[in-house]
């Protein structure tokens, strides 16, 4: 059910008088039985192009979204989340009878910071501590995950971490990215990891994997009928274009398998990616496989499935011109580019990835070591002047 968090009146500049309500998108809820409750006809969505239907089936549970209302509870305007950067914008149009929908970029800073101090308790805590940001403690632990074990800590063990965070109406938004950190523990070798942002995988400062995740190809297919996209902006329709997977085109009924092992989380139909698998796998990684004909019967939400394992057959049910299997990677809920993820599942990187990769390590590791010796002062909201006024 929707839970209002906030309900306030306000004038906005519009010319009229409405209610502003920040809500969370429930589980069950699809944009159609959106629409639904606000009464709008659906032929607004029915009339969108087929990757934008998808992109209205991207909305996850538990997406804060706000509204506008009229008086009598009609729908204004509507601003709901697709991903962290794109988000639906329907709103009544001048004749106050018909709607109109565009993709529209969320609006955000992005502060690229460096943190470094000396262990205390763990570095999940004293990250949390420093910066009152539990996802940033979180993506840290992943980064050395297989790398480094914090069990035993010791005083003066030094930790470093250059990492990017989104923030949004003041609050810290979206995943924050470690693009690189560095820790000296007693007993152990001084240890580096560095994110190659195009696939989202950790490598050591030689650029040899540390995330260890192999993503396969999910299906013998014929081609790529399209291409994924990210935030592309069209500049004759002024509007944002994106289509957040690959299309492989193969005959009905062909084999899909998982690409990776992991826990499905998600089995059975989601708007216009029709019948749906989404697997997480570890390293914060998801694969979804849409628009299948049919499931493997011995597979539902919550089983454990190998790289492999076939979990069903391409089709087209939902919106879908023809066969294919949509086939959509993600990191932490960002979409990823697949056949980036998929080509670059190596243990060690070469060739231009290797020389630009080992590039950005030489110039991570300086303002690590900088850092270190400085002292950095730990980021927090409250610094930006703005923010701690915005507060009060
Ligand atoms: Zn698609």
């Not at 804060?64 to 009229?70: D, Q």
């Not at 592309?232 to 085109?249: C, E, M, Q, S």
């Amino acid at each position: 059910m929707f839970k209002i968090l906030i309900v306030i009146f306000c004038l906005f500049g519009f010319a009229f008088a409405g209610t502003n309500e920040d809500l969370e998108w429930s589980k069950g809820e699809s944009f159609l039985s959106f629409l639904t409750k606000y009464k709008i006809n659906k032929d607004i969505y029915f009339n969108l192009s087929k990757t934008d239907k998808e992109l209205c089936t991207e909305i996850e549970a538990g997406a804060e979204y706000r509204l506008i209302l009229a008086d009598n509870g009609s729908l204004l305007h509507a601003l709901i989340p697709i991903s962290e950067e794109m988000q639906i914008h329907l709103y009544r149009a001048a004749n106050n009878i018909d709607y109109i929908l565009d993709i529209i970029p969320v609006i955000y800073d992005t502060r690229t910071e460096l943190l470094t101090f000396n262990l205390e308790s763990s570095p999940y805590q004293d990250i949390v501590n420093l910066t009152k940001n539990k996802q940033l403690a979180n993506e840290f632990i992943k980064a050395f995950q297989k790398s480094v074990n914090f069990k035993k800590v010791h005083k003066d063990d030094i930790v470093a971490i250059k990492y990017e965070q989104k923030i949004r109406l003041g609050k810290y938004y979206g995943t924050p990215v470690v693009l690189g950190a560095f820790v000296r523990l007693k007993h152990q070798e001084d240890k580096y990891v560095f994110q190659n942002l195009d696939e989202g995988v950790f490598y050591d400062d030689s650029g040899k994997s540390l995330t260890g995740v192999l993503f396969k190809v999910p299906l013998n297919y014929k081609r790529i009928s399209s291409i994924f996209t990210y935030k592309r902006y069209h500049p004759v329709l002024k509007i944002y274009r994106a289509h957040l997977g690959v299309d492989f085109a193969a005959p009905m009924g062909t084999k899909v398998w998982s690409t990776g092992n992991g826990k499905i989380s998600f089995f059975g139909r989601k708007g216009g990616y029709g019948n749906v698998i989404i697997v997480n796998h570890e390293g914060g990684f998801k694969s979804l496989y849409g628009h299948l004909s049919a499931f493997n019967k011995k597979f539902r939400s919550g089983s454990t499935v190998k790289q492999g394992d076939i979990l069903g057959y391409v089709g087209t049910s939902g919106v879908s011109s023809g066969p294919h299997l949509h086939f959509g990677m993600y990191k932490n809920v960002r979409a990823m580019d697949p056949m980036k993820i998929l080509s670059s599942s190596k243990k060690s990187l070469s060739g231009k990835a290797r020389k630009t990769f080992m590039a950005n390590v030489t110039m991570i590791k300086k303002e690590l070591e900088n850092a270190l010796k400085n002292g950095q002062v730990p980021f927090k909201l409250e610094s930006i002047p703005l923010y701690s006024k915005l507060k009060k």
